[in-house]
């Protein structure tokens, strides 16, 4: 009979798992963005309608960045793991960031940092204006 502790114990190491390969790409992400000149402003950011990985500044433009990172291609390249519900979710928590910061007058784009491995090296693609305004 199987322990629901040892259970118990295996998904909390695999979360655990899943959330430290998720919190490297997003600081593999941060890194390879301040590289390009981009400036973090933020991180993790938490509205009522979502979150956004990491709010950058690119010269004139604040950037609202998704991160996607992939350890294989089973599930194919992680720039198509953006849908439509989470274009129309940042794109939400982007205005209410706009609007709470008093910064609804500023240009704005949304990118996406696609993060893969394979064979013990990572790639990194930055895709600006990934994709447009997402709101229904």
């Known amino acids: 009979m199987r322990s629901p502790l040892n259970h118990g ?38 509205s ?3 979150e956004i990985d990491i709010i950058a500044k690119n010269n004139d433009t604040i950037v609202f960045v998704e991160v996607k990172s992939r350890r294989t291609s089973t599930f194919g390249h992680p720039k198509y793991a953006v849908t439509l519900d989470k274009q129309e979710r940042i794109s939400k928590t982007a205005l209410y960031y706009l609007k709470v910061t008093g910064q609804s007058h500023i240009r ?16 990194v693609e930055i895709i600006k204006n990934a994709f447009e305004l997402a709101y229904k």
């Open 9 to 46: 114990n295996f998904l909390s190491a695999m979360l655990n798992r899943t959330q430290k390969f998720g919190k490297s790409g997003e600081d593999i992400a941060a890194k390879s963005l301040e590289k390009k000149g981009f400036q973090i402003v933020c991180r993790n950011y938490r």
């Open 48 to 50: 009522p309608f979502g």
């Open 108 to 123: 704005a784009r949304f990118d996406v940092v696609a993060i893969s491995e394979h064979h013990q090296q990572t790639d």
